[in-house]
Nanobody
Framework: QVQLVESGGGLVQAGGSLRLSCAAS????????MGWFRQAPGKEREFVAA????????SYAGSVKGRFTISRDNAKNTVYLQMNSLKPEDTAVYYC????????????????????WGQGTRVTVSA
């Protein structure tokens, strides 16, 4: 069992920045693929970014590429999402998730392939 706790959400103006954190319990964090997803009101949960166990590989949704950066600190069991140049359409609840499978499997952008989820942190971007 892995427990995930997100933090760092809030209200920000368009063009601003936020850094989300996701702290994980357990001693095997360093072997997991980690992902960030988001869900806006009335919409399905969508992929935002994913990072391999070592942090050497990452992937982003087209809508956030160049603005968001995913990173991880395995010594702290924490994954981060740095969000810059925020837009109103980035408003959503952001979730981190654990996938107990290698990043090489290629399933990192599918929510159904993740095994554990945090409770989410809300991000609101005002125009």
């Amino acid at each position: 069992q892995v427990q995930l706790v997100e933090s760092g959400g809030g209200l920000v103006q368009a063009g601003g920045s936020l850094r989300l954190s996701c702290a994980a319990s357990g001693s095997t964090f360093s072997v997991y693929t980690m992902g960030w997803f988001r869900q806006a009101p009335g919409k399905e949960r969508e992929f935002v970014a994913a990072i391999s166990s070592t942090g050497g590989r990452s992937s982003y949704a087209g809508s956030v590429k160049g603005r968001f950066t995913i990173s991880r600190d395995n010594a702290k069991n924490t994954v981060y999402l740095q969000m810059n140049s925020l837009k109103p359409e980035d408003t959503a609840v952001y979730y981190c998730a654990v996938q107990r499978r290698s990043y090489s499997s290629g399933d990192y952008d599918s929510a159904k392939e993740y095994d554990y989820w945090g409770q989410g942190t809300r991000v609101t971007v005002s125009a």
